[in-house]
């Protein structure tokens, strides 16, 4: 549980101890911040925070920073295409998407070796599946590259 008598006061330091091994830096420092910074993101993996996100229904298997941040750089770059490797449940295909809807323009072809059929039941019956494009295939397989060239050209 969290005490809310520790107030992290500009003059705090955090100490990390491993075995034998101590260390301690300013936490407001970039040491301080890199240091926080890892330990927030090996926590996350390790609770798996990252299984805990849907997007419009859909799982996302992100982490919930990550998903603010993809979403603002689609939001400023505006792609005409957006080419994601890895399926998985379908949530960030259909984050980008819905971001797609609100600009007025722009797909997302999602490939992944293998497109579950439960996922992709669920991907091509979603109300923005007209903006998703599914291809099965290895991401690295020069025949798949070559599918996703010939969808990606003119974009």
Do not use: F
């Not at 830096?25 to 330990?39: H, I, K, R």
């Not at 919930?64 to 979403?71: L, R």
């Amino acid at each position: 549980m969290y005490d809310r008598s520790l107030v992290a006061h500009p003059a705090s330091r955090v100490t990390l101890t491993s075995g034998e091994t101590s260390r301690t830096v300013d936490l407001y420092s970039p040491e301080g911040m890199g240091l926080v910074a890892a330990l927030w993101l090996k926590l996350c993996c390790e609770y798996r925070v990252m299984y805990e996100p849907t997007w419009l229904g859909i799982p996302i298997i992100q982490l919930p920073a990550d998903i603010v941040m993809m979403q603002e750089l689609v939001w400023k770059l505006r792609p005409d295409v957006i080419v994601e490797c890895g399926v998985a449940r379908g949530g960030s295909a259909v984050l980008y998407a819905s971001i797609c809807e609100l600009l007025g323009r722009g797909r997302v072809i999602a490939v992944d070796v293998e497109i579950r059929p439960q996922n992709r039941r669920a991907i091509e019956g979603h109300p923005l599946a007209g903006r998703i494009e599914l291809v099965e295939g290895s991401s690295t397989d020069p025949a798949t590259v070559a599918q996703v060239r010939r969808r990606v050209e003119g974009a």
